[in-house]
């Protein structure tokens, strides 16, 4: 199953995937100097521990009169997407082991992290939800 995201009457791509545990399509207005944008996006499970964050449109802003369509289509074949964060463990062809945060999906590498087997939490995160009387 994919959404089929038409901008104007034109296919721009169909999003979908065998691995997604759920996508998104969205049209957003936040402040009123800004142009109102849609997204498409969803969360990817390519593997037991590692969710990716993946977009087909990101923040694409539209103008007044634009016409978004979004339509839902079965047995097609969907188009690839960019991944965004990951969370959970990936590993890398002669890399080995890289470990996410599972909160804010940043790598080991850049913030040191405990690790453990189902859930990862750098050490940003863990002060971060750490309460005060600990
Ligand atoms: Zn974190």
């Known amino acids: 199953m994919c959404f089929e995201v038409s901008l104007n ?17 969205s049209i957003s207005h936040k402040a009123p100097h800004d142009l109102p944008y849609f997204q498409v996006h969803g969360l990817n499970r390519p593997a037991d521990n590692l969710f990716e964050e993946v977009y ?3 923040q694409t802003a539209l103008s007044g009169g634009d016409t978004l369509t979004v339509r839902v289509v079965e047995n097609a074949t969907p188009d690839s997407f960019v991944v965004g964060n990951y969370f959970g ?21 850049a913030v040191g992290m405990l690790v453990h087997k189902k859930a990862n939490i750098c050490h940003e995160c863990l002060r971060k939800y750490q309460p005060d009387e600990m």
């Open 56 to 58: 087909w449109a990101k």
């Open 9 to 25: 009457g034109q296919v721009l791509f169909r999003a979908g995937g065998d691995q997604l545990e759920s996508m998104f399509a």
């Open 89 to 109: 463990t990936r590993t890398s062809a002669g890399i080995g082991e890289d470990h996410y945060c599972t909160f804010c999906g940043q790598s080991a590498r």
